[in-house]
């Protein structure tokens, strides 16, 4: 059983930058995908960014470029580095595993952009 704990959301202007914490903590398997979901207000969760435990990377195409994610294995933790913020990239972010003993997710942490 993984455990997620998330941090690092918070109220920032347009074209500014954040970076969003997701700590692991539990049995984590060897192979194993991590991923940065978020859900803006009204609408369906979306997936982001992930990360294998291979290292390969993957964005939605509304987020490459602007958005990294990144892991330290050693601290057990994965971040979401996101930049030149827009308003449309307002939403509770959400961390999530898959792998050895299922599917887990975080509490979530809300970003917003706005003036």
């Known amino acids: 059983q993984v455990q997620l704990v998330e941090s690092g959301g918070g109220l920032v202007q347009p074209g500014g930058s954040l970076r969003l914490s997701c700590a692991a903590s539990?049995?984590?398997?060897?192979?194993?995908?991590m991923a940065w979901y978020r859900q803006p207000p009204g609408l369906q969760r979306e997936l982001v960014a992930r990360?294998?435990?291979?290292?390969?990377?993957n964005y939605a195409d509304s987020v490459r470029g602007r958005f990294t994610i990144s892991r330290d294995n050693a601290k057990n933790t994965v971040y979401l580095q996101v930049n030149s913020l827009k308003p449309e990239d307002t939403a509770v972010y959400y961390c999530?595993?898959?792998?050895?003993?299922?599917?887990?997710w975080g509490q979530g942490t809300q970003v917003t952009v706005s003036s």
């Open positions: 999530n595993y898959n792998g050895p003993g299922g599917e887990s």
């Open positions: 539990g049995s984590i398997g060897r192979i194993y995908l």
């Open positions: 990360i294998s435990s291979g290292g390969t990377k």
